[in-house]
């Protein structure tokens, strides 16, 4: 009898704890960090642009769905590119209450303003199913709060684009895409097949990064370093005879 009122007290207080720790966790996952403000550009509804300064091209333009952004202070020397926030108006009169997530394309520097949002990203900011749109458009600077967020790509693995720039075999520059999680990549190395020597590649600009003579021969191995840790290794390595514009994928999720 006595185990029995035990086990029953132990699972009352277990509900207990689960009843007060439940509220406390969704209250942890509703928590925006920073503060900052918000404007937009291009015509109404339309994509990001394939000349942002992260240099990602066409990718920079449709990725997410053209839900894109420019920042100031989170491009951190470009090693911010490709990483995702998101970010919700403070209005409640015309705001939704989960914002719009954003993947960062360029570098824009404004009026203390950390996001300038393609305009669809800044439409989505907006309640679904009213006109509040059209009164956020009309203020054109909103006060915004925002948190960083895993970047979500289903379907694809890590790639690695060759840029529009390379000119083989002399010149190799690659921008990487479709970088899942909060993952910065802070380096990038390549080895020829045999890998007796890795060899580190330069940051050109944005998120490219470039070899300049003594560009590997025959299969080239290729390997990122993560948030300036750990080393991930590509599983498929880049052709012999690779190609300006050709995006290879690497068979790996971050």
């Known amino acids: 009898m006595g185990f029995a009122v035990l086990e029953n ?49 066409e990718f920079g333009r449709t990725v997410n769905d053209g839900s894109v952004t420019g920042v100031s202070s989170l491009y951190k020397n470009a090693t911010g590119c490709g990483a995702c926030y998101q970010v919700r108006c403070t209005s409640s009169q015309y705001c939704s209450k989960d914002g719009v997530n954003v993947v960062v394309t360029d570098y824009s520097e404004s009026d203390n303003i950390d996001f300038i949002l393609s305009s669809r990203a800044y439409k989505r900011l907006a309640r679904p199913g009213t006109k509040s749109s059209k009164e956020l458009f009309s203020r054109d600077v909103i006060d915004v709060e925002y ?3 895993s970047c979500r790509y289903p379907g694809y693995n890590l ?22 999680g909060k993952n910065d990549i802070t380096a990038v190395e390549l080895c020829e097949e045999d890998c007796k020597h890795w060899r580190g590649m330069q940051k050109a600009f944005g998120a490219v990064w470039e070899m300049a003579n003594q560009v590997p021969r025959g299969s080239i191995k290729i390997r990122f370093q993560v948030g300036g840790k750990g080393w991930v290794e590509s599983k498929n390595d880049l052709p012999a005879l690779w190609k300006s514009g050709i995006a290879y994928d690497s068979n790996i999720q971050l």
Not at 17 to 30: E, F, G, N, W
């Open 159 to 180: 790639m690695f684009k060759v840029h529009e720039q390379s000119e083989y075999p002399n010149y190799l520059a690659l921008v990487v895409i479709y970088a899942a």
């Open 9 to 57: 007290q132990v699972g009352i207080l277990c509900v207990i704890c689960m009843v007060l720790l439940l509220p406390a966790l969704c209250a942890t996952q509703d928590v925006f960090t920073y503060s900052s403000r918000a404007t937009y550009y291009g015509s109404d509804n339309s994509h990001g642009t394939p000349s942002g300064t992260c240099g990602f091209g």
């Open 147 to 149: 948190r960083r967020v």
